[in-house]
């Protein structure tokens, strides 16, 4: 398992975007899915989105489809997650992994290790 830093996070107001980074190291990353999951206050954590190593295909949740694009840059082993439409309910520290797909479209973290995340504060 590697090491993965979150950066990017803040507090921004609804309707607003934010642009978070993850910095990959320690495994061969152009080998791996990778995803973005999120846990809320009081929530488990969740799926968000997931892009395949070659970027053909992402995969999101329902609730961010449409407003959220994931996207990897595997020159520099990083993996983004541009939000769009902020709402309050978005509100989460964001953590990245290595991922794999479940049936029914969702991902689940491959490493059993996270990096520390990113906290997202959205405000209405």
């Known amino acids: 398992q590697g090491q993965l830093i979150e950066s990017g996070g803040g507090l921004v107001q609804t309707g607003e975007s934010l642009r978070l980074s993850c910095a990959a190291s320690g495994f061969t990353f152009v080998d791996y899915t990778m995803g973005w999951f999120r846990r809320a206050p009081g929530k488990q954590r969740e799926f968000v989105a997931a892009?395949?190593?070659?970027?053909?295909?992402?995969n999101y949740a329902d609730s961010v489809k449409g407003r959220f694009i994931i996207s990897r840059d595997n020159a520099k082993n990083a993996v983004y997650l541009q939000m769009n439409s902020l709402k309050p309910e978005d509100t989460a520290v964001y953590y990245c992994?290595?991922?794999?797909?479940?049936?029914?479209?969702?991902?689940?973290?491959?490493?059993?290790?996270w990096g520390q995340g990113t906290q997202v504060t959205v405000s209405s």
């Open positions: 992994n290595a991922a794999y797909p479940n049936t029914g479209g969702t991902y689940s973290p491959l490493f059993g290790a």
């Open positions: 892009v395949t190593y070659n970027s053909a295909t992402t």
